[in-house]
């Protein structure tokens, strides 16, 4: 029986990696119900050598405009199985890997599951520095297995850490199709669409982590992500966390599925949000204030600029006078 699963494949000028990333996926991808494969208009072949080589007996291609989760929530409306994976390009998911996710989302009666992705640099050498929200969660964590979310943890693994979000990388996860209609992800938010759909839905929708590590995130080394600078990008943010925050504002110890002690961990994660929203106004205020300050010293050095200049008006008045004194009678010279 066919894995319930709509494996996304999303391309943008990939051919390089695109032949290792469906090798990849021919382990075990005739075992998923159907494959979506979405190119952006790649300029490289990429979409014509997936057309020629991904074999699955129900697949089906689509050529979109460029935008990235555009193109992920297009795929989405055209899946047609209960849970939708997104197979990345240049990360990598064990052959049962995707079977476990289902389990734990039937086990847990959920709409997401998240699992902690092992953390590559691009030969494969681990990455032991880089810490997800998820991995932070299962260091304080010794789960016996899959488990629930509750609020309180929900609303600091999508808003405590800043652009690393709830769901990590979408190739460790997977995501009940219909609620994924119901959700798509924000489309103006750059790169950052997964970390925002996090902070917008994550309240509202019941999900499990699957603790064990199933897949790999590939870390493009030479990449840097741009700040989060632009005043109208932070402004949504700090919107969507505020409706975040009302959503689970009364206090619920009583919520289906959740302990005492999962409660108490997720108070713990929001507390360090609290945390780094204090320092990040801290931040703020001292910058405000050196501004300030700087705008002070140059309204101080504007004035005494004026002052020489008025001091000098007259003198300045006098050569004039003199300087048009000479004009007019050199003008009666040459008209003399």
Not at 198 to 210: D, F, K, M, T
Not at 308 to 329: F, M, P, S, W, Y
């Amino acid at each position: 029986m066919p894995l319930p699963v709509s494996i996304i494949i999303p391309t943008l000028n990939c051919r390089n990696q695109v032949e290792q990333h469906v090798a990849a996926l021919k382990r075990w991808y005739h075992e998923a119900e159907e494959v979506i494969v979405v190119d952006s208009e790649s300029e490289d072949g990429t979409g014509d050598w997936l057309r020629e080589n991904v074999d699955h007996p129900r697949v089906r291609h689509f050529s979109r405009p460029r935008g990235l989760y555009a193109a992920w929530n297009f795929a989405v409306s055209q899946c047609s199985s209960r849970y939708v994976y997104f197979a990345t390009v240049g990360d990598e998911i064990c052959p049962d890997g995707v079977k476990r996710l289902c389990d734990a989302a039937e086990m847990n009666d959920v709409d997401l599951v998240i699992s902690p992705p092992k953390i590559v640099d691009e030969r494969g050498e681990p990455l032991v520095d880089r810490r997800w929200p998820i991995h932070r969660l299962l260091d304080l964590l010794t789960p016996a297995g899959p488990f629930r979310l509750n609020d309180w943890q929900k609303f600091a693994l999508a808003n405590a850490f800043d652009i690393q979000g709830l769901l990590g990388s979408s190739a460790s996860n997977l995501y009940r199709r219909e609620m994924l209609k119901a959700n798509p992800f924000p489309e103006d938010f750059g790169h950052a669409g997964d970390t925002m759909w996090g902070r917008l839905h994550s309240s509202r929708i019941p999900i499990a982590v699957y603790p064990e590590t199933v897949a790999l995130f590939i870390v493009d080394c030479q990449s840097q992500a741009k700040p989060m600078s632009d005043i109208a990008y932070l402004e949504k943010v700090i919107e969507l966390e505020a409706v975040a925050l009302q959503n689970i504002e009364a206090d619920s110890p009583g919520l289906p599925g959740t302990e005492a002690a999962m409660i108490v961990l997720g108070r713990m994660l929001f507390t360090e949000w609290t945390k780094l929203k204090v320092r990040d106004l801290a931040h703020l205020e001292a910058v405000c204030a050196q501004q300030l300050t700087y705008i002070g010293e140059l309204e101080e050095a504007c004035e005494a600029r004026l002052a020489q200049i008025r001091a000098r008006d007259g003198e300045i008045q006098r050569l004039r006078g003199k300087l048009n004194k000479t004009v007019i009678r050199r003008l009666r010279s040459i008209f003399r």
